[in-house]
């Protein structure tokens, strides 16, 4: 049979199924075949059969196999349209511009998809068909989302900030005098939230708030010279943690000699760290532990040092390791008074466990090349990184401070340590007596206050191996 199509005088289809008008007088008539309908999918001067002869002859290298749903090859093409695929079926004559453009389809796989109970026969085998193929950009992508995607949240994180709406009621009332006093006048109405001194405030108190993980941090706080202010800035610096922190702080008097730091708070009990090291082996809970110290209005706690001369230099490595094992299954942050020097036997221990230092320097010549020696003894007895990490206070109280240039000493000292901090005179701290924080110059409690974020900032986050 031969398609009458490829025959020049007779009209043809161009491609978008229309057939041009036939001119007149030319007495051609186009068969009715031919004629384009309005709906018609395909349109061919060649009956259907023919068609499918046609695709039944294509040789399967042409990769037109059955369609997904068994339909015969020939339906595949025809239902293709005009896209580009195979322009002209195999055995006929030479392409013409009008043939029929046959798409050859490529199947992709099918994925199959849960068939609901009671459902069989061919509905059944029509559901395990997917609806369209899975592309393996779209599994990457869904895989890499997963892999990408936050761990679950601990109960920490459902705070009131995030979940409650701030309106009117819900917020609460500012704090500051003047913004105060502004929301009281206009009956709640205006609410300038908190002073730019309570915001500050707020911002040092989530500096000194920094959580831990694996156990408890030690800092020692030492230098060679005595009479610097060691426990003074031992029990500011305590205060001032456990005034802002919401768990537990401890300050060990390490003092081989008669150590004075228990003489800073109300003393609630007599026990030193020497009933610590005896009573080790009976101490089950904290609740036995609390019983050994004193606690002051902050919260901090105050382990005492011996107060016998004769028991004093009993108190070795060993003990203080009894001591620090016990302050670490209660305690978050353990501070240690080193006493005077830094050669005695408790030292070693104490600078083995220790996470970060405090180096006291008073303000005048000979105290200031001292604090600056014990850094030099640190660094040559492996302690570098120590040294790099530590935190010199500089007590202006002592005397001879007038009299030299402290930005020359915080000079010196800012290329070999992290910080400065300066701890201005106070008169209740020069009392040398208890010292009640809350009655502390605001100044005073700033720079107390500072020194504890330094410090908190500086340990570590997670428990490093020893």
């Keep these: 049979m031969t398609d009458r199509r490829t025959d020049d005088a007779q009209p043809h289809d161009e491609g978008d199924g229309q057939l041009p008008p036939v001119p007149a007088g030319t007495g051609a008539e186009t068969p009715a075949a031919a004629r384009a309908r309005p709906g018609d999918e395909y349109h061919s001067e060649l009956p259907p059969h023919t068609v499918d002869n046609l695709a039944a002859a294509l040789p399967d290298s042409l990769g037109v196999p059955l369609g997904a749903a068994g339909l015969p090859r020939s339906a595949a093409l025809a239902t293709a349209g005009g896209h580009g695929g195979l322009t002209r079926p195999v055995g006929s004559g030479p392409a013409h511009p009008g043939t029929h453009t046959i798409e050859i389809v490529t199947p992709q796989p099918a994925r199959a998809v849960a068939v609901p109970a009671g459902v069989s026969g061919a509905a059944a085998a029509a559901l395990s068909l997917s609806t369209g193929p899975t592309s393996a950009a779209t599994t990457s992508r869904r895989d890499r989302t997963r892999a990408d995607a936050p761990g679950p949240e601990s109960a920490s994180m459902l705070t009131s900030d995030r979940l409650l709406e701030v309106n009117r009621k819900t917020r609460r009332a500012p704090n500051g005098s003047w913004n105060r006093f502004v929301y009281n006048a206009t009956f709640h109405l205006v609410n300038l ?274």
Excluded at 360 to 370: I, K, N
Aim: charged share 25%; aromatic share 4%.
């Design 193 to 466: 939230g908190d002073s730019a001194a309570v915001r500050a405030h707020q911002a040092m108190d989530e500096r000194i708030r920094k959580e831990f993980e694996g156990g408890a941090r030690f800092v020692p706080i030492l230098t060679r010279k005595g009479g610097v202010g060691k426990t003074t800035v031992t029990a500011l610096m305590g205060m001032a943690m456990a005034d802002a922190r919401e768990d537990r702080i401890i300050a060990v008097d390490a003092n081989p000699d008669r150590g004075t730091l228990s003489e800073r708070v109300s003393k609630q009990t007599r026990s030193t760290v020497r009933d610590v090291v005896t009573k080790a082996a009976s101490i089950g809970g904290f609740t036995d532990f609390s019983a050994l110290v004193s606690r002051d209005e902050t919260r901090l706690d105050i382990l005492a040092s011996d107060t016998d001369p004769l028991l004093s230099e009993a108190f070795d490595e060993n003990d203080y390791n009894v001591v620090a094992d016990l302050a670490a299954r209660f305690y978050s942050i353990v501070l240690t008074d080193c006493g005077t020097g830094i050669v005695h036997s408790v030292m070693r221990a104490t600078l083995q466990r220790a996470d970060s230092i405090v180096i006291v320097s008073g303000g005048s010549v000979d105290e200031a090349r001292l604090a600056s020696e014990t850094l030099t003894w640190l660094e040559a007895n492996g302690y570098g990184d120590l040294v790099r990490n530590a935190i010199v206070a500089l007590n202006t109280a002592t005397q001879g401070t007038n009299l030299v240039k402290l930005e020359e000493i915080e000079s010196h000292f800012r290329s070999r340590v992290r910080e400065i901090v300066r701890i201005p005179y106070d008169p209740q701290l020069a009392a040398g007596s208890v010292v009640s924080f809350k009655d502390l110059k605001p100044i005073t409690r700033l720079a107390a206050r500072t020194l504890a974020a330094l410090v908190v900032e500086g340990l570590p986050a997670e428990r490093r191996a020893r």
